[in-house]
């Protein structure tokens, strides 16, 4: 079993649609990313977590530390929100390195 | 300030050629990590390294790859003798020297191995 899972793997929603990726842990951890990843192309980094909530425009992370739980929400979903959405988790005494869930590829439909 | 800068974008190389792959961090951080990339997995670890000391090679395959960080310079990965399982996609990622930092991702050198 990976240490990460996220779910679902592939999502695809009409454009204006509100979206859900989850991801799941099972290590203790002192932060969660939420990254993005368009086709071909490089990393971003949207959210680092240890607690609670955060909002950036029209993305929201959230995570629950007892739970070992994190979601993304993304409101009023537009076409060039389609990408790769990966969770990471930076294991605690990890020596900082991530260890990512296998992504989930999000297509908007216009 | 500059994101993480990563050379070549895209590099081939025939088989038992040697790949070498750059990475400058960002200004005033000291902290250098490489991943990989595999067609159609997920990333995963390879090497965390500061300035002149490897932390943790633990991802590393334990033959060809290389990593090094020097005091003045980019961070170099190097692949002697590549084969085809090496092609994948390699990204570099640099932070502060903070506790939990955040990552800040290079757009990554695609490699190709012919």
């Known amino acids: 079993k990976n240490e990460v899972e996220q779910s679902p793997q592939n999502l695809t929603a009409q454009e204006g649609e509100f979206i859900t990726i989850n991801c799941s842990y099972s290590v203790g951890i002192s932060a969660l990313h939420w990254l993005q990843q368009h086709p071909g192309g490089g990393i971003v980094s949207l959210f680092m977590?240890?607690?609670g909530k955060k909002k950036h425009g029209r993305l929201i992370a959230t995570i629950n530390i007892q739970e070992k739980h994190s979601s993304l929400h993304i409101t009023a979903s537009h076409p060039r929100d389609s990408a790769v959405y990966i969770c990471a988790v930076r294991s605690l005494g990890g020596n900082e390195k991530l260890t990512f869930g296998t992504g989930t590829r999000l297509t908007i439909i216009p | 300030n500059a994101g993480v800068m990563q050379n070549p974008r895209h590099l081939v190389r025939r088989r038992g050629q040697e790949a070498r792959l750059r990475c400058s961090p960002m200004k005033g951080h000291s902290h250098v990590y490489w991943y990989r990339q595999l067609p159609e997995e997920g990333l995963k670890f390879m090497v965390y390294l500061q300035k002149e000391n490897i932390i943790d090679e633990s991802g590393m395959p334990k033959e060809r790859f290389s990593a090094e960080f020097p005091k003045e310079g980019p961070s170099i990965l190097r692949i002697q003798q590549v084969v085809r399982g090496d092609s994948a996609a390699y990204f570099c990622?640099?932070?502060?020297?903070?506790?939990?930092?955040?990552?800040?991702f290079g757009q990554g050198t695609r490699l190709t191995v012919v």
């Open positions: 990622a640099s932070s502060p020297p903070v506790p939990d930092p955040e990552a800040f």
């Open positions: 977590l240890s607690s």
